[in-house]
C-alpha cells in the first residue's frame, strides 16, 4: 500500500514544485493500491474482433478546499509497471509544461516509459482516458495510467503585459544606458499582475456568469439550484460517513495529520443558503458560492489495460471501459451543455437508452448547470430546434444520479474529475448490482464528453 503523504500548510506560499510532487503522487498512488485489489453480467458491450479495454482500478487524493492542504509523494513504484503515462491538467505551470513526465520521473518511473499531458478544460482527465483506451485499442500498448491533477492553491500569477514586454527588452539590452532607460520606463501600473480567471478567450465571460444565464433561460429558479447542492453534499457526506468512497486514499507527511477525506462537503440548510448574494450578475442572479463547485486542490489516476493483459498479471478488473464521445457547441449560450449534446450520442453509439443505465454520474459545475442540462434533455423542442434531433433523449432517473455527491460537495480539481467520475460508476456498479454506467461533462470553450462503463462480470 502506498505512503501517501499530505502536509497541511495555512498559506498559500508553495513553490512550483509541489504540482508535479502532486501529480506524481497520484500516479505513484495507484500502483501500490492496485497491488492489493483483486472484482455481474447481463448482456455485453463486447463485439467480436474488438479489443476488450478495462479500468482496473482507480484512486485518488481526497479532494481538497484550495488553500488548506498542499501533497506530497513519499515512495517509489516498479518501474515498468506501465508502458505509457498521461495526464490532464487545465492551470499549467511554465516550469513543468508536461507535468505528466515530470511526475512520473520524479515518482519512480523508468525515464523509458513516454508520458505526455493533455488539456481540455474540465475534461482533460476524461481526454487522458480516452487517448489511453485509443493507445491500447491500437495495439501500441498494453497497460496505461490515465489520471489528472490541479493545484489551485499555487496558481501560476503572470506580470501585466506591458511589464513583461519591459523584462524581456531588460534581458536583450546591451549597455547600461539601455538599461536604465527600460527601468525608468516602468510605472506603477506595469506592477499588477494579471490573476488566471474562469472566463471564456472567445467571449471574455466567466463561467459563473454563463451559468447563471443558462439558469435563466432554461427557467432555473435559486430555489432548484440551492435544493440540488443540498442534496449533493448530503449525498456526498451519507457516502463519506457509510464508506463509500474507497478510491480516496489517506497519507501522511511525518510530522503531521494524516488526511483521508475530502474538506468540502458541508451539508447545510435552505435557510442558511439562502441568505448568500449572488457571484457573478449583482444583484438579481442565482448561482451563489454554495451552489457552486469550489476551487479545489486534487489529484486522480487510473490503470487502464487491455482485458487480456489485466488477466495474465493476475489482476481482476473493475469495468470494461466501451464507447465515448466528445461534444463541441456554442460557447457564449450554450457552455455548459455538454452533457445534453453527448449523452444522446454516446448512448446510441452503445446501442443502449436512458432506462438501460443504471448508474449515472454527470460532473456538477453548477448546480443551475446541471438543471439546465436535465431540462434541456427533457425538451423535444430543444433535440429538434438546436440538435437536430427529432426527439428529446429524455432526463436520467434521480434515484440513479450521483448518489455518492459530486463536484459541488466532494471538489472539482479541473484536470482530475474526469478519472473521479469513471472510478465512481465502477465503483457504484460493483456496489449496486448494476450493468451499465454513463459519465458527462462539460467543459469549458463549449465542449462535453460522455462515455458508457460496464461492470466486469465478478
Known amino acids: 500500500m502506498a505512503s501517501m503523504l499530505m502536509n497541511p500548510i495555512r498559506s498559500c506560499s508553495v513553490s512550483s514544485s509541489w504540482a508535479v510532487r502532486f501529480d506524481a503522487l497520484a500516479v505513484n498512488l495507484i500502483f501500490n493500491y492496485f497491488l492489493s485489489v483483486q472484482t455481474k453480467s447481463k448482456k455485453t458491450l463486447a463485439r467480436p474482433g474488438v479489443k476488450n479495454i478495462v479500468l482496473v482500478e482507480g484512486v485518488r487524493t481526497p479532494f481538497l478546499l484550495s488553500g488548506t492542504t498542499g501533497l506530497l509523494n513519499r515512495t517509489?513504484?516498479?518501474?515498468?509497471?506501465?508502458?505509457?503515462?498521461?495526464?490532464g491538467t487545465v492551470i499549467q505551470e511554465v516550469k513543468t509544461s508536461n507535468v505528466a513526465r515530470e511526475a512520473a520521473l520524479g515518482a519512480g518511473f523508468s525515464d523509458k516509459i513516454p508520458a505526455h499531458t493533455v488539456t481540455m478544460a474540465c475534461i482533460s482527465s476524461n481526454q487522458?482516458?480516452?487517448?489511453s483506451v485509443g493507445l491500447i485499442a491500437a495495439g501500441q500498448c498494453d497497460a496505461v495510467v490515465a489520471g489528472g491533477v490541479e493545484f489551485m492553491s499555487d496558481v501560476p500569477i503572470r506580470h501585466s503585459r506591458k511589464m513583461?514586454?519591459?523584462m524581456l527588452s531588460l534581458n536583450k539590452a546591451k549597455t547600461l544606458g539601455q538599461r536604465l532607460s527600460l527601468?525608468?520606463?516602468i510605472r506603477l501600473a506595469h506592477l499588477s499582475p494579471e490573476l488566471p480567471?474562469?472566463?471564456?478567450?472567445?467571449t471574455a465571460e466567466t463561467m459563473g456568469h454563463s451559468a447563471d444565464r443558462l439558469a435563466a433561460a432554461f427557467g432555473v429558479s435559486r430555489v432548484e439550484q440551492d435544493e440540488f447542492a443540498l442534496r449533493s453534499h448530503t449525498l456526498a457526506k451519507k457516502a463519506q460517513d457509510e464508506g463509500l468512497l474507497q478510491d480516496v486514499i489517506s497519507f501522511k507527511v511525518p510530522g503531521r495529520d494524516i488526511v483521508s477525506k475530502d474538506n468540502g462537503i458541508r451539508p447545510s440548510s435552505m435557510e442558511q443558503m439562502a441568505k448568500l448574494?449572488?457571484?457573478f450578475v449583482k444583484p438579481h442572479g442565482t448561482v451563489t458560492a454554495a451552489n457552486s463547485s469550489f476551487l479545489t486542490d486534487g489529484a486522480s489516476a487510473v490503470l487502464i489495460m487491455s482485458e487480456e493483459k489485466a488477466l495474465a498479471m493476475g489482476y481482476k478488473p473493475k469495468a470494461y471501459l466501451r464507447d465515448f464521445v466528445y461534444v463541441s457547441q456554442d460557447p457564449k449560450d450554450q457552455l455548459l451543455l455538454g452533457p445534453t449534446y453527448a449523452t444522446p450520442k454516446v448512448l446510441e453509439r452503445a446501442g443502449l437508452s436512458m432506462s438501460d443505465i443504471d448508474v449515472f454520474e454527470f460532473h456538477e459545475a453548477f448546480a443551475g448547470q446541471i438543471m439546465a442540462n436535465l431540462k434541456a434533455m427533457d425538451s423535444d423542442w430543444f433535440a429538434q430546434t438546436y440538435m437536430g434531433r427529432k426527439s428529446k433523449v429524455g432526463t436520467p432517473a434521480m434515484e440513479k444520479f450521483n448518489?455518492?455527491?459530486?463536484?459541488?460537495?466532494?471538489g472539482h480539481p479541473f484536470g482530475a474529475t474526469g478519472c473521479r467520475l469513471a472510478t465512481t460508476v465502477a465503483n457504484r456498479?460493483?456496489?449496486?448490482?448494476?450493468?451499465?454506467?454513463?459519465?458527462?461533462?462539460?467543459?469549458?470553450?463549449?465542449?462535453?464528453?460522455?462515455?458508457?462503463?460496464?461492470?466486469?462480470?465478478?
Open 76 to 87: 517509489g513504484i516498479p518501474k515498468d509497471a506501465v508502458d505509457y503515462i498521461i495526464y
Open 197 to 202: 480567471a474562469v472566463a471564456e478567450f472567445s
Open 164 to 166: 513583461r514586454k519591459t
Open 128 to 131: 487522458a482516458m480516452t487517448s
Open 403 to 410: 448518489l455518492w455527491g459530486g463536484s459541488l460537495s466532494l
Open 429 to 458: 456498479l460493483r456496489k449496486e448490482g448494476g450493468q451499465y454506467g454513463l459519465i458527462a461533462a462539460c467543459a469549458a470553450g463549449g465542449q462535453g464528453h460522455a462515455m458508457v462503463i460496464e461492470a466486469y462480470p465478478q
Open 183 to 185: 527601468i525608468g520606463s
Open 277 to 279: 448574494k449572488p457571484a
